[in-house]
């Protein structure tokens, strides 16, 4: 793959998702907004475009085949793998962060206010991912596997009440816009995950969890909005011609 200032950045790690920790070096959203292209993020965080390219064709060489081709597979395994895979990581580390955080605020809040903050929005992200998520396991994915499963078997797509699979996917890329504001909230809040002087092994373990989640959500969203939604929007355009 060629790196050019006119590829957006969600293309890049849709090939190679290692490329990724370049992205968060520098602080790049990747994910949400993946259609931007390299050379926007770099005149928005003034960046040098030429070494930013370097950097990335590094990782590009130096793993020339990366471990999972998310391009490769098909719409429908590729939905199920993100149900299977990160729903499921958020169903059982949810309940985990939101007991981690309110011990946080009742033993540390006094020396440390910005973790009921850190909290309030956490429980609220959460919450609304939650939701998020079945309405893509009720509604959206089961329609990308119809399309996908009417592709393989050449048989007619019956129309979705939701109208064109655009429709949905406009809106969960819309809370997942919601979902980056929140966490780069809490990432600021915590100064990037980094636990203070005086933080219990309580304190540290939930700052770790709390980043590993931000990484995964970074991940699942980047499946979503940068492979899975346009293939399914592809998809559909070559069913209903």
């Given at each position: ?62 793993t020339a085949k ?37 011990k946080l605020c009742?033993?540390?809040g006094s020396r ?130």
């Amino acid at each position: 793959m060629k790196i050019t200032t006119d590829t957006p950045v969600g293309e890049i790690t849709g090939i190679n998702f290692q490329t990724a920790e370049v992205f968060r070096k520098y602080a790049i959203d990747f994910c949400c907004n993946g259609q931007r292209t390299l050379g926007e993020v770099c005149k928005e965080k003034e960046l040098n475009s030429t070494s930013l390219i370097q950097e990335l064709d590094t990782i590009l060489q130096a793993t020339a085949k990366p471990t999972l081709n998310y391009q490769s597979w098909p719409s429908g395994f590729l939905a199920d793998y993100i149900q299977i895979k990160h729903h499921t990581y958020v169903e059982e580390t949810v309940p985990v962060l939101k007991k981690y955080l309110s011990k946080l605020c009742d033993v540390h809040g006094s020396r440390h206010p910005e973790l009921f903050e850190v909290r309030d929005i956490f429980e609220r992200a959460a919450d609304e991912l939650t939701m998020h998520m079945k309405k893509e396991e009720l509604i959206l994915f089961p329609y990308i596997k119809r399309i996908s499963e009417s592709i393989e078997h050449h048989t007619p797509l019956h129309a979705a009440p939701f109208g064109s699979v655009e429709n949905p996917i406009t809106m969960m890329k819309y809370e997942h816009n919601a979902e980056g504001d929140y966490f780069r909230s809490i990432a600021a809040l915590t100064n990037q995950y980094t636990p203070p002087s005086d933080a219990c092994n309580t304190y540290k373990i939930t700052f770790s969890i709390l980043k590993q989640f931000e990484e995964d959500l970074h991940l699942h969203i980047h499946l979503e909005n940068n492979i899975l939604f346009p293939k399914a929007i592809e998809n559909e355009s070559l069913v209903m011609r």
